[in-house]
């Protein structure tokens, strides 16, 4: 009786070594027997490649990059910005066959050109690869201008084909008529036509085992909008997927697994978790386009069989807010697994109860916890619905606790204990980068640890429970520190509240960081404040879990919370102002000096604190229409200007002066009717009346220059609309004449078979 191909990978990789390159290491683990390399290793909706043509792509690839000079020999460091697509997984093994170090971006960093710029100057790249699905126009004239002053040797295209059972075919054919218009001015750095003029080019392959920085993943940049790199070595890689190797209890899911790849290939949950780790145990990985932004990602789970899914919060939070009819078919699974942030006992039940519902019966929910400097999955949990824990670290990792209070770091022997959790394995990132330190390591009993600025508590028995973020704090001007993610922790545990996250917001009269609490509650509408009220009394006056100087001062209720790639709550986006909602100042009411419940009141409300909102709304306006650059006030970059009609944003910095003084003037006038209001001297009043008057005579000279630029803009902007219309017309015409030729095909269900690339 034949052995499951994956239990036969999975023997085999216990054997193999894990200090090779990686693709050598990928292609020893499925060259035991032949019919691993016969096994299904991709499925993208439009083909299925095996394991022997999987390397034999990479190999294609790795042709036209060593024709191209993208190898080890230039010391070539590549950036790869794309999709979660076959051909990217291409790009980047087959770079690492070269020898080439790949640093992979994050796909939405396409619509920003200066954020990819930056990162080519800052990571010092060679090279530049991203897909058509991507190709905005003005990143890709952006890189060809300044291909010589970024020092950029070859700028290549991507053509990522589109197709399957998630896809529409109108959508299909549209992304095929816009890369062959692109292709009628770009066709020399297309990789189809290159891969056909380099085919019988030989492959430099690398001479080295195990590079220090063969990989360049970034962080989610959750709280500074921008990530992080991280360097990763071939040998890191590969050591961070052997553990799952060890574990007994994942055993049945090394038969014929297949799973599904959904986040961004820029950091390790993507790439390292979602596609190394299964193509070493032999699965099957489909590749759905867009991953799980793709509105129909869940028609891929029964069209391609997946087994094991790795999810994140927000794909079924998605999911459970489509309408009742979904076709919803979760028959296939075996396990799940949740990553990118901690999952509540409440969250689980919700998500169990989903997949149950919809016809998977005896899944395995976990919920994977890990760091992107040891190489993704740290802990698994179990599958225990009523437990909130972290679970068990993987074989290979050790774990340390630092106790704040008494200064010291404790093990696993000094159970039961609470601390800051730190980390260390193995697949431990680089911590430089052409010499500079972007990892910063702590140095106990003579071995590297990485903080995860997460505080836990460890249990006798091994086992890892969340209590919140460590060094998500800010200091109040007394120096009092205020713990964001224990707060978020315990707010998000009460009834009735979905998610939410804590911002620091600068309190203009006092100087001073106060915390707002930006809050979504499951019922929403008018019962969400009363939602809200109850849940900080059950946590700071019942249960009294936490100190009343760790109060939020502020709540924000808003419909929906943005999140990141990974499922977490955005607070860059919030501290953005990207989320809209209404405000409202928390007030403490007490009996007998205690303090027993809390009030919600709309900010406004209150005359005395008029002024300090007055402020804070006009520095909103001015940051938001102003072209500020980082200067020796600290004020950080707005690019939305970029973004901007250039002449409508100087009229409002025209107008920003009368505005501001107007608004200022009106709410100021209110306030002095109130006799609480502390007052201003009369001669200040007069001098901002006359300052007024000046910003109005020099709006209306401005004005009249701005209004002649205007028309001569508007007349170039008529023009480029004609020639827009004209192109698209011209794309639509195309787009009707290939439909005709396409067999009609319901969106919901198709009866083709996707042709199997042999080698």
Known sequence: MDMPHGSASKRAGLRIKQNQKAWKFLQSANSAELRDLNHIALRDGRCEYTYGSLFRQWERYAAVFTALGMTELSSARVGLLGSPCAEVIFSIYGLNMTGAEVSVMASYSAFNPDRVMQTIREEKLTDF??????????????????????GLRNVLLLHVPMGGPTVHPMLAAAQEARYQNSKGWFAPICMDTLLAAYADQPVHYASQESSDTAFILHTSGTTGGMGKPVALSDRAFNTAVSGFWKMEELQFLF??????LIVDLSNVYGLIDQVHLPLSLGATVAVVPAGALNPGFYKAIPAFGITVLFSINAMFEHWMKLPEKTAFD??????????????????????????????????LLMNGYGVSELGGACCLSGADLEDDSLGYTLPGVELRLYD????????????????????NSGALATPTLDGREILKLETISRRPFVTTNDLVRLDADGKI??????????????????????????????????????????????????????????????DAVETVRKALR?????????????????????????????????????????????????????????????????????????????????????????????????????????????????????????????LL???LGQAGQNPAFFGMPQNMASGMQQMNQMFATMNQVNQQSCQMVQQMFNQNCQMMQQMFNQNMQMMGDFCTRLMETVPQAKAEETSETPAVVED
């Open 465 to 526: 429970t969340y209590l919140g973020r460590a060094n998500r704090y800010f200091l109040h001007e007394d120096g009092r520190k205020y713990e964001s993610g224990r707060v978020e922790a315990e707010i998000a545990r009460q009834s009735g509240i979905e998610s939410c996250g804590i911002v620091p917001v600068l309190h203009k009269l006092h100087h001073d960081n106060i915390p707002m609490l930006c809050v979504k509650t499951l019922g929403g509408g008018e």
């Open 665 to 667: 003037m009106a709410q």
């Open 255 to 260: 038969d014929d697994p297949v799973s599904g």
């Open 538 to 662: 059950q946590v700071f006056c019942v249960d009294k879990t936490l100190a009343l100087d760790q109060l939020p001062l502020q709540v924000l209720i808003a419909e929906e919370l943005p999140r990141n790639a990974n499922g977490k709550i955005d607070l860059y986006a919030i501290n953005q102002g990207q989320v809209s909602g209404q405000r409202y100042r928390v007030e403490t009411t007490s009996f007998q000096k205690r303090v027993t419940d809390f009030r919600l009141l709309p900010l406004g409300d209150d005359a005395a604190d008029m002024i300090q909102y007055v402020f804070q709304d006009i520095a909103a306006d001015m940051k938001a229409k102003l072209p500020c650059h980082k200067n020796d006030n600290n004020m950080e970059e707005n690019n939305t200007m970029k973004n901007m009609n250039p002449f409508a944003c100087l009229n409002g910095i025209n107008q920003m002066g009368s505005q501001m003084m107007n």
């Open 330 to 363: 979760f028959s296939s699974l075996r396990a799940v697994v949740l990553g990118g942030s901690a999952v509540s006992v409440k969250d689980k039940r919700r998500y169990a109860d989903f997949l149950e519902k919809h016809g998977a019966h005896d899944v």
């Open 129 to 150: 690869i991203f897909t058509d699905d991507f190709a905005q126009v003005n990143l890709l004239n952006a890189l060809l201008a300044h291909r010589a002053e970024l």
């Open 404 to 423: 704040e209070e008494e200064k010291v770091f404790r093990s696993r022997a000094d159970a039961p204990c609470t601390g800051v959790l730190y980390l």
